[in-house]
């Protein structure tokens, strides 16, 4: 098989022997240490994310709609190289088609994030109407993907007014939601202090939100003492 994975037609048989190869860079340390740290359902090979991206970059440079409507997600790994993979087409519209579909298959922090900030699209063209709805979805991943497409493409003099009203809006009983927007909350901070500041001083955030933000803020290096020490005053016992 050619290793390069470069194809202009993908098949079955074709998708069977790229599988096996997956398997054969498998690694039983990773595989123990990414089960610790990541929740799902997938089976995890065990391969290194930089080993997976540079397979993805060689399949989209050959026939990617072929390859995306064949792969498969048995794998935690298929999952990253089908979103790495994705992030590599330039047409909107063939690119919502596979990141609708993609999408509704995360059921994991890590895929979520770590394929999020890989679509180039977003930097081209303007999906934070996408996010925001995305990130009011009674799914805990379909939820993350929105608040985390925000974090990592949103964060600035534009949106973070209408940013912090969904922040303050949102109130979730999942913990990979709760996490993302204290993430958010956090990094809002640190880009817009003043208008961060006043929306953890109302403690309208629930208070995982409220606390966890605090910590993450807290934990920053790019964050004074002084504003370290005034946070604790904000927290919600």
């Given at each position: 098989m050619n290793k390069d994975f470069i194809f202009n037609?993908?098949?079955r048989l074709l998708y069977e022997d790229f599988l096996e190869h997956l398997i054969s860079l498998g690694d039983d340390k990773l595989i123990?240490?990414?089960s610790k740290i990541i929740n799902t359902k997938q089976e995890i090979i065990g391969i290194k994310t930089p080993i997976l991206r540079n397979i993805a970059k060689n399949i989209a440079k050959g026939n990617i709609e072929s390859f995306l409507e064949i792969v498969n997600d048995h794998y935690f790994e298929e999952s990253l190289i089908e979103g790495f993979v994705i992030g590599y087409i330039t047409d909107k519209d063939v690119f919502l088609k596979y990141f609708n579909s993609f999408i509704k298959k995360?059921?994991?922090w890590a895929t979520c994030d770590t394929c999020v900030s890989?679509?180039?699209m977003m930097k081209k063209v303007d999906f934070f109407d996408i996010a925001k709805s995305l990130s009011y979805e009674d799914n805990e991943f379909?939820?993350?993907v929105g608040i985390v497409i925000m974090l990592d493409y949103y964060v600035d003099s534009k949106y973070v007014d209408e940013i912090i009203k969904i922040v303050s809006s949102i109130k979730s009983n999942y913990y990979y939601v709760n996490m993302a927007l204290s993430w958010l909350v956090s990094v809002l901070f640190i880009k817009f202090r003043i208008k961060t500041l006043e929306l953890l001083k109302q403690r309208i955030l629930p208070v995982f939100v409220?606390?966890?933000a605090i910590q993450k803020i807290r934990d920053s290096y790019r964050?004074?003492?002084d504003d370290k020490d005034m946070l604790l005053l904000y927290k919600i016992n």
């Open positions: 037609k993908w098949d123990e240490f990414n995360i059921d994991n890989s679509f180039k379909l939820s993350r409220q606390n966890k964050v004074s003492k």
